[in-house]
């Protein structure tokens, strides 16, 4: 792994004097991003604070899809049914010239659940209920977001950082181990640090809002493309009385937006004048960017999110990147700071980075190609996140020799399968939680296998595989493909093993005849363990 790159940030001035408290991690910012770090951390035991400078919780729909990575990140938090719940798969797009339908179309069409891909489809869901769903989620584990809390100045040296806090009783002081910046495009945290943010405004501006609507139905996404100042359109939410509205700013506007404005725009290029907007909750104008930050660590702070990148909304792939960001963070500060090698956070950037760069590229492209047609939300693997891998990461080793359908660095499929008992399972329920998982076909059962798996009880949990169904003798880590899709995605070899990350990426792969040496070894390198 490289050396850090970057000196540890020094404050420039003495802060303000302030009461001071401790923490492994504080937080910057209580949207998706910083509330799935805070989620992943809270079921890992790790001790956190959560802070928003805002006073009341955000009400908008900056973002309104889920890719179907994000559902599976969200399905090992914990929180999958509460999010099916409140979304909506396949919904259609309808589109017009004036009150004629002209065509339905599917963004998603021909992708439906497969036994190694449970959520195959983009989930229409508006971001505030998310952020809602994850809020509880941290309630139940204890935990909160504090309000009308706002960062106002970093301190660090090599053991840690300080953060100066403003609350409604003052000044506080906080010192943490690392402090993780999820607090937008406009972050603090990175223009305290003066990281970088290359990239370029875009031209075209865009106004979106959330309304209620009368006159539509609340089963199509409605848009208009056919004017010739711009696209507008209306997407309703299931479980909710609201509708996104979309359009494309006027040229010579100087304005705020306003619930006039989008009635007006909506009636001019729609040609209809019997659909009422009311109700607004949130209206907003955006200045479309794409960006990168030049670095995503910086000593012991760290950014994510939109903080350290941001693009076009076209292709549904905001809050999506967010969320994996976090997941991928997650795991390793929590390694860190129960004593492995601090170097593994090198890769977070190493990793994450690429995936968002190369974000920017197809968002700002997809803008250029879509932004006057009402087929938006084209949905290959790339648009869904799902083909997203980390083969080229130092933390992703192929040992095995024989040909796979999988490599270190790809998403580890799910499959249904039995337990020891003939229950079902998921692989997907099996992978669930906080330390790696290896899947092997074989079971050694001498005294070095035994010595092995009691060394790294407290990093891996080991799952012993099998193709038919299991008998009353077995371990009670045993997982009986009864029905071949395991081997369906992950191949028919059985002197393969996989080693899974808590992220649910695939770090290692290797021959059976090798598995002890191979584990070892890689956690050994790569997570500093004190085993030999």
């Given at each position: 792994m490289r050396e850090e790159a970057h000196p540890v940030a020094q404050s420039c001035q003495t802060s303000p004097?302030?009461?001071?408290?401790?923490?492994?991690?504080?937080?910057?910012?209580?949207?998706?991003?910083?509330l799935t770090l805070a989620c992943d951390l809270a079921r890992r035991g790790v001790d956190f604070r959560l802070i928003e400078k805002a006073p009341v919780y955000f009400v908008g729909s900056r973002g309104k899809t889920l890719q179907p990575r994000s559902l599976e990140v969200l399905d090992a938090l914990g929180v999958?049914?509460?999010?099916?719940?409140?979304?909506?798969?396949?919904?259609l797009i309808r589109s017009y010239v004036g009150t004629e339908v002209v065509g339905d179309y599917d963004p998603f069409a021909g992708r439906y659940p497969t036994p190694s891909v449970p959520y195959a489809a983009g989930l229409w869901i508006p971001q505030f209920l998310v952020e809602e769903v994850l809020r509880q989620r941290l309630a139940e584990q204890g935990q909160k977001v504090e309000l009308a809390t706002a960062l106002t100045y970093i301190e660090q040296d090599e053991q840690g950082v300080t953060a100066t806090l403003q609350t409604a009783s003052g000044l506080e002081q906080v010192h943490g181990q690392y402090l993780v910046g999820a607090d937008g495009g406009r972050s603090f945290v990175r223009k305290f640090l003066q990281i970088g943010f290359a990239g370029e405004k875009l031209p075209g501006r865009l106004f979106a809002g959330d309304v209620r609507v009368k006159g539509l139905d609340h089963e199509h996404l409605h848009v208009w493309n056919t004017h010739p100042d711009g696209v507008v359109s209306l997407c309703p939410f299931p479980t909710t009385p609201v509708f996104r509205f979309q359009a494309q700013v006027p040229v010579d506007f100087a304005g705020e937006p306003s619930l006039e404005i989008f009635q007006q725009l909506l009636t001019e290029r729609a040609s209809r004048v019997d659909i009422q907007l009311s109700h607004p909750t949130w209206l907003s104008l955006f200045q479309a960017s794409a960006r990168l930050a030049d670095t995503y660590r910086v000593g012991r702070v760290l950014l994510a999110g939109d903080a350290a990148h941001i693009h076009p909304a076209a292709g549904g792939q905001g809050m999506n990147t967010g969320i994996q960001d976090t997941y991928n963070l997650g795991w390793k500060l929590g390694l860190v700071l129960s004593g492995t090698n601090a170097e593994l956070l090198h890769t977070y950037e190493e990793?994450?980075?690429?995936?968002?760069?190369?974000?920017?590229?197809?968002?700002?492209?997809?803008?250029?190609?879509?932004?006057s047609s009402a087929k938006q939300l084209p949905s290959g693997p790339e648009m869904l996140q799902l083909g997203i891998n980390y083969c080229y990461s130092s933390l992703s080793q192929h040992l095995y020799p024989g040909a796979l359908p999988l490599r270190a660095g790809d998403r580890a499929p799910d499959a249904p399968l039995l337990d020891a008992y003939g229950h079902q399972r998921r692989l997907f329920d099996v992978l669930r939680g906080p330390r790696f998982t290896l899947l092997c076909w074989e079971?050694?059962?001498?005294?070095?296998?035994?010595?092995?798996i009691n060394d790294y009880s407290n990093l891996l949990i080991v799952y012993h595989l099998t193709p038919g169904p299991p008998t009353a003798a077995v371990s009670h880590q045993l997982l009986a493909d009864d029905q071949g899709y395991l081997r369906e995605a992950y191949g028919d070899e059985t002197d393969v093993f996989y080693l899974i990350r808590p992220d649910g990426y695939i770090g290692l792969v290797g021959s059976s005849s090798e598995l002890i040496k191979s584990v070892r070894m890689y956690l050994r390198q790569l997570l500093a363990t004190p085993h030999t």
């Amino acid at each position: 792994m490289r050396e850090e790159a970057h000196p540890v940030a020094q404050s420039c001035q003495t802060s303000p004097s302030a009461s001071t408290a401790n923490v492994l991690v504080l937080i910057i910012g209580a949207g998706l991003t910083g509330l799935t770090l805070a989620c992943d951390l809270a079921r890992r035991g790790v001790d956190f604070r959560l802070i928003e400078k805002a006073p009341v919780y955000f009400v908008g729909s900056r973002g309104k899809t889920l890719q179907p990575r994000s559902l599976e990140v969200l399905d090992a938090l914990g929180v999958i049914d509460q999010i099916l719940a409140h979304g909506r798969f396949y919904m259609l797009i309808r589109s017009y010239v004036g009150t004629e339908v002209v065509g339905d179309y599917d963004p998603f069409a021909g992708r439906y659940p497969t036994p190694s891909v449970p959520y195959a489809a983009g989930l229409w869901i508006p971001q505030f209920l998310v952020e809602e769903v994850l809020r509880q989620r941290l309630a139940e584990q204890g935990q909160k977001v504090e309000l009308a809390t706002a960062l106002t100045y970093i301190e660090q040296d090599e053991q840690g950082v300080t953060a100066t806090l403003q609350t409604a009783s003052g000044l506080e002081q906080v010192h943490g181990q690392y402090l993780v910046g999820a607090d937008g495009g406009r972050s603090f945290v990175r223009k305290f640090l003066q990281i970088g943010f290359a990239g370029e405004k875009l031209p075209g501006r865009l106004f979106a809002g959330d309304v209620r609507v009368k006159g539509l139905d609340h089963e199509h996404l409605h848009v208009w493309n056919t004017h010739p100042d711009g696209v507008v359109s209306l997407c309703p939410f299931p479980t909710t009385p609201v509708f996104r509205f979309q359009a494309q700013v006027p040229v010579d506007f100087a304005g705020e937006p306003s619930l006039e404005i989008f009635q007006q725009l909506l009636t001019e290029r729609a040609s209809r004048v019997d659909i009422q907007l009311s109700h607004p909750t949130w209206l907003s104008l955006f200045q479309a960017s794409a960006r990168l930050a030049d670095t995503y660590r910086v000593g012991r702070v760290l950014l994510a999110g939109d903080a350290a990148h941001i693009h076009p909304a076209a292709g549904g792939q905001g809050m999506n990147t967010g969320i994996q960001d976090t997941y991928n963070l997650g795991w390793k500060l929590g390694l860190v700071l129960s004593g492995t090698n601090a170097e593994l956070l090198h890769t977070y950037e190493e990793e994450r980075q690429p995936v968002a760069a190369a974000i920017v590229n197809l968002s700002t492209q997809l803008r250029k190609d879509f932004q006057s047609s009402a087929k938006q939300l084209p949905s290959g693997p790339e648009m869904l996140q799902l083909g997203i891998n980390y083969c080229y990461s130092s933390l992703s080793q192929h040992l095995y020799p024989g040909a796979l359908p999988l490599r270190a660095g790809d998403r580890a499929p799910d499959a249904p399968l039995l337990d020891a008992y003939g229950h079902q399972r998921r692989l997907f329920d099996v992978l669930r939680g906080p330390r790696f998982t290896l899947l092997c076909w074989e079971n050694p059962a001498n005294a070095a296998w035994r010595q092995f798996i009691n060394d790294y009880s407290n990093l891996l949990i080991v799952y012993h595989l099998t193709p038919g169904p299991p008998t009353a003798a077995v371990s009670h880590q045993l997982l009986a493909d009864d029905q071949g899709y395991l081997r369906e995605a992950y191949g028919d070899e059985t002197d393969v093993f996989y080693l899974i990350r808590p992220d649910g990426y695939i770090g290692l792969v290797g021959s059976s005849s090798e598995l002890i040496k191979s584990v070892r070894m890689y956690l050994r390198q790569l997570l500093a363990t004190p085993h030999t």
